[in-house]
């Protein structure tokens, strides 16, 4: 088998040199400027026009209070009536009271304890009706939320239910991608992070769209 | 010259399937104009300062980022390696299809694994994955629900971005119908339910998930994953181990320098502005995280591209796989991707082809081409392929290999034009010459028609004009005395 | 102004009416016109089979045959787009070849190129009754970056229609040596492009380029099809001063 030496060696032979110990750094001769309004109505204004285009709801609530019984209704009008429902087990979600509803509304709750069982997890949370998230971050120019892994939140929450209901705050949202990845690289990498833009879609079958092939078909995000 | 009478019938076969080429025509089309309307709405957007820069800008940007990364390579993939370990990954490097193949194998060997699921990957497919594996015992499922259709078939994508663009849906319901063991209804969302309910099944309960990389970050080793479907999430989130396979190109330096690449992907490939979902996977999952894999291996791998750096060819290892060269290529509309017998078709692949896997045995690869310079005007890397296909017809008549007859009537030309006397006593006399094969229309004007040898190639389907009797050089005396300078 | 006309391979053997149409107009316009008897061929062909020593060969030829002129007009998009274009990606960065091979792409023009940027004239007084559909041809399009021009002057025909199709630019499927070593891809191309423009009634096919209208031509021909014209610019633009009186 090649090793990384003899690997790293042939590529810089075929560069005209001998290998470097490191990259020389990457400097673009002109860097990347802030773009995009400012302010956060124009940020979530713009946020709820992109993400709408391509298929996703936005509903805009002024205060916490409104986000639990908010969750409840859309869980009921999309049918879910009595079925589990995932969420991360997050600070950004214990606050909300979200549990209460959920229980009150008859949906049990999936929640990962610390220390439990993984494989358990991902096949309760494969059975549930939604999964209900807080975003990390969202990117307004493209209508994107953005999500990261952490102990306890579980990634298949976002993904294996077809219905996923994200929590952002107006405070969250930047214009431009380039803010998230500047941000992302001022500390540690988590194991994943997810930009979602919309629902799951493919134009495989005679260029005909399809929504939901593998991830949820249909987002929500509840706007602070 | 047994792969040239292959290539030939390839082509003869995609030009004589009529619901082929209108399926072809079709997407490339569709996916053209979403790329235009997507680039001018880019533009719109830059000019109002909603955007971090134009096409133009945006394309320079990206050239910088790869280039800077190619001239930099081992530094990169080292900085990248290191990063991977460092968040408990396993990194491998395979020169070659074999050892890749082989690397695949022995993480499967080590953890009893038979049931494997792969999320979209141009390079396991040039590497024949599916197929080593299958040989072994082993099951390997598309998840890209085109590769998935395409998987069922038995055939090869027609297309990089949408493979199974060729199928009809009544021949996708009886493929999945066949799984199903009863019929399926043709409507789109009855075959999308049982795709994802099939899938999802084997996401479930495969033992390994495959991947490719569209990018990977070396300053933080994470592999960055570009879908609509979600089944590159799904990949690596519910199986325990997971293997991305990555093209040593991959690589871009810094976290920042997606926000420009992915400004650029996903708009000339599809003409969305984002793909549904962007992935970012540094390590296997942390401890005490629920799910994710327990296990991840990256393998970078090299089957010829350490070859195409240092040459003249470089710049075609910026490509980011988006499948515009293909939208926009008038002869790949013709054709769509099976002509081309290769993994990589269309543009890219003509140029790619050879580089990695021999000119010799790909040298029909560089004829499919009028150089209209299309790909090179859509390509978001400003890649010049209308030029590296005039290098490498180069590199073939170097090696000889080349029609005689077209050898001969090419040296007897450049003899004959390069003597400016010799070249207009062959435009003189080109009238007479051509009298056995000249008609005469009903006014009296004159064309040629059944021309021999190389030129019959031309008025199987086209008449040719007569040469005048007088070329136009013998008629410049008197056009001067009309009132020519001297 | 003295320019000087390269009258291309092509129109010198098969179509030097078009030399001629160019070499009128010119001088209608104020412009002295010489004809370096030296010249033959861009080199082209060669080129693009990749014979690309013997392709130096012809362009030094060229630049030897059209060193003394500040202006040379062809009327091809073609082979300009070819000079301009090609010729230093010929020779070795830097060297003094390659510097003469971009000088003299920077002095060659196509003849509406030069016409409309260079004189700019637009409108040569020419009628014409007809509806028109104009090919540009892809080195024109984007080696040379050549649009409008042509539009602009076809537009000042009187009692001529243009007509446009939905993907005007894509390649008509000639592409030199192409036609005859892929020739039913060739052909395909050309039947798409040839659909496109006989759905749109149009009674004239024009271009700047001889190779694109041969190959387009010569189609519509073998297909017995007779209600399209196919014409140079600089022939129908002659033509139609001639028809105005002027």
């Known amino acids: 088998m090649t090793t990384e030496q003899e690997f790293l060696s042939h590529v810089a032979r075929r560069l005209g040199r001998s290998p470097e110990p490191a990259p020389a750094p990457f400097r673009p001769s002109r860097p990347v400027g802030p773009v995009g309004p400012k302010g956060g109505y124009a940020l979530a204004d713009r946020f709820q026009q992109e993400l709408e285009k391509i298929s996703g709801v936005?509903?805009?609530?002024?205060?916490?209070?409104?986000?639990?019984?908010?969750?409840?209704?859309?869980?009921?009008?999309?049918?879910?009536?009595?079925k589990p429902v995932a969420r991360w087990a997050d600070p950004a979600l214990d606050a909300l009271g979200i549990d209460q509803a959920l229980t009150a509304a008859g949906h049990p709750v999936v929640a990962f304890q610390t220390g439990g069982d993984g494989r358990a997890f991902v096949e309760a949370v494969e059975k549930a009706a939604a999964g209900v998230v807080a975003c990390?971050?969202?990117?307004?120019?493209?209508?994107?939320?953005?999500?990261?892994?952490?102990?306890t939140r579980g990634r298949t929450v976002s993904l294996l239910p077809p219905l996923l209901i994200a929590v952002l705050r107006k405070e969250q949202i930047r214009y431009s991608s380039v803010d998230v990845f500047q941000a992302l690289a001022s500390g540690a990498m988590p194991s994943q992070v997810i930009f979602k833009s919309g629902p799951s879609r493919s134009s495989d079958i005679e260029n005909d769209l399809s929504i939901g092939v593998h991830g949820p078909g249909a987002l929500h995000v509840i706007l602070i | 010259m047994a792969a040239r009478a292959e290539a030939l019938e390839r082509v003869r076969k995609a030009l004589g399937d009529q619901h082929l080429r209108g399926a072809v025509r079709y997407t490339a089309e569709n996916l053209y104009m979403k790329r235009k309307a997507a680039m001018a709405d880019l533009d719109a957007q830059a000019a109002r300062g909603d955007a971090i820069g134009n096409f133009e800008e945006l394309r320079a940007r990206a050239r910088e980022i790869k280039l800077h990364t190619l001239a930099h390579l081992d530094g990169y993939l080292k900085q990248a390696a290191d990063q991977i370990r460092k968040n408990g990954g396993v990194v491998h490097w395979a020169r070659d299809a074999e050892e890749a193949n082989q690397i695949v194998l022995e993480i499967c060997r080590k953890r009893g694994a038979r049931k494997l699921i792969k999320s979209k990957s141009m390079v396991s497919e040039e590497i024949h994955l599916n197929q080593r594996l299958e040989a072994e015992g082993l099951e390997i499922v598309e998840s890209d629900l085109g590769e998935y259709i395409i998987q069922l078939a038995h055939e090869t994508p027609a297309h990089i971005v949408i493979p199974a663009i060729h199928k009809t849906r009544r021949q996708i319901a009886d493929l999945f119908g066949a799984v199903a063991g009863h019929e399926l209804p043709t409507d789109t969302k009855s075959l999308t339910a049982f795709a994802r309910a099939t899938l999802r099944h084997k996401f479930m309960t495969a033992d390994v998930g495959v991947t490719g990389a569209n990018f990977v970050v070396a300053e933080t080793g994470t592999i960055c994953l570009v879908t609509n479907e979600g089944n590159g999430r799904l990949t690596t989130s519910v199986p325990p181990c997971q293997i991305t396979l990555v093209g040593m190109e991959k690589l871009v330096p810094r976290l920042e320098d997606l926000a420009v690449m992915m400004a650029l992907l996903p708009r000339s490939a599809t003409g969305q502005k984002i793909t549904t979902y962007f992935n970012m996977i540094t390590g296997p999952r942390r401890p005490g995280e629920p799910d994710g894999p327990e296990e991840l291996h990256v393998i970078f791998l090299d089957n010829g591209r350490s070859q195409i750096l240092g040459s003249q060819y470089e710049e075609v290892l910026t490509c980011i796989r988006c499948g515009a060269c293909l939208n926009s290529c008038p002869v790949y509309r013709q054709l769509g991707g099976h002509a081309y017998g290769s993994t990589y078709p269309g543009p890219i692949g003509?140029?790619?082809?050879?580089?990695?896997?021999?000119?010799?045995?790909?040298e029909e690869l560089p004829q499919l081409c009028s150089l209209c310079g299309a790909c090179h005007e859509n390509c978001p890397l400003g890649i010049h392929l209308h030029e590296y296909i005039i290098q490498l017809r180069g590199e073939l008549v170097a090696r000889g290999r080349e029609n005689p007859l077209m050898r001969t009537a090419l040296k007897l030309v450049h003899f004959a034009w390069t003597r400016p006397g010799v070249y207009r006593f062959v435009a003189g006399s080109a009238h007479l010459g051509t009298k056995p094969f000249t008609r005469k229309r009903k006014d009296g004007s004159e064309y040629l028609d059944n021309l021999p040898s190389i030129a019959a190639g031309w008025t199987m389907s086209r008449t040719m004009p007569a040469p005048a009797r007088r070329p136009f050089h013998q008629r410049w005396a008197e056009l001067e005395r009309q009132g020519g300078a001297k | 102004m003295k320019v000087s006309l390269f009258i291309t391979c092509l129109a010198d053997h098969f179509a030097p009416q078009v030399g001629e149409a160019v070499f009128h107009l010119l001088r209608r316009h104020g412009v002295e016109v010489d004809f370096p008897a030296g010249q033959t061929c861009c080199g082209q062909p060669s080129w693009n089979t990749g014979h690309l020593d013997d392709a130096r060969d012809f362009a030094r030829l060229y630049m030897k045959t059209f060193a003394r002129s500040e202006y040379i007009?062809?009327?091809?998009?073609?082979?300009?787009?070819?000079?301009?274009?090609?010729?230093?990606?010929m020779f070795p960065d830097g060297s003094p070849e390659q510097r003469e091979a971009a000088a003299i792409g920077q002095r060659t023009y196509e003849f509406t190129e030069f016409m409309v940027k260079v004189l700019g004239v637009k409108d040569v007084g020419a009628r014409y009754k007809g509806k028109a559909f104009f090919h540009t041809n892809c080195h024109m399009q984007r080696e040379l970056k050549v649009r409008e021009e042509p539009l602009e002057m076809l537009r000042c025909v009187r009692d001529l229609e243009l007509v446009d199709i939905p993907r005007p630019d894509l390649c008509c499927g000639f592409g030199g040596a192409f036609s005859v070593k892929e020739p039913e891809?060739?052909?395909?191309?050309?039947?798409?492009?040839?659909?496109?423009?006989l759905a749109t009634g149009a009674d004239l096919l024009v271009s700047s380029d001889l190779g694109?209208?041969?190959?387009?031509?010569?189609?519509?021909?073998?297909?017995?099809?007779?209600?399209v014209r196919p014409v140079h610019i600089a022939e129908l633009?002659?033509?139609?001063?001639?028809q105005n009186g002027r």
């Open chain 3, 185 to 197: 891809i060739s052909t395909a191309m050309a039947d798409d492009k040839l659909d496109a423009i």
């Open chain 3, 212 to 227: 694109c209208l041969m190959h387009q031509g010569g189609r519509l021909e073998k297909r017995g099809i007779t209600s």
């Open chain 2, 350 to 362: 003509s140029v790619l082809t050879p580089l990695l896997q021999g000119l010799e045995e790909w």
């Open chain 1, 136 to 151: 990390d971050a969202a990117i307004a120019e493209t209508g994107t939320i953005v999500m990261t892994t952490a102990l």
């Open chain 3, 73 to 89: 007009i062809q009327p091809s998009g073609s082979c300009a787009g070819h000079v301009r274009y090609f010729y230093p990606k």
């Open chain 3, 237 to 242: 633009l002659w033509e139609g001063v001639q």
């Open chain 1, 58 to 82: 936005v509903h805009r609530v002024k205060s916490e209070g409104e986000v639990a019984p908010l969750i409840a209704r859309i869980l009921k009008e999309a049918g879910a009536a009595g």
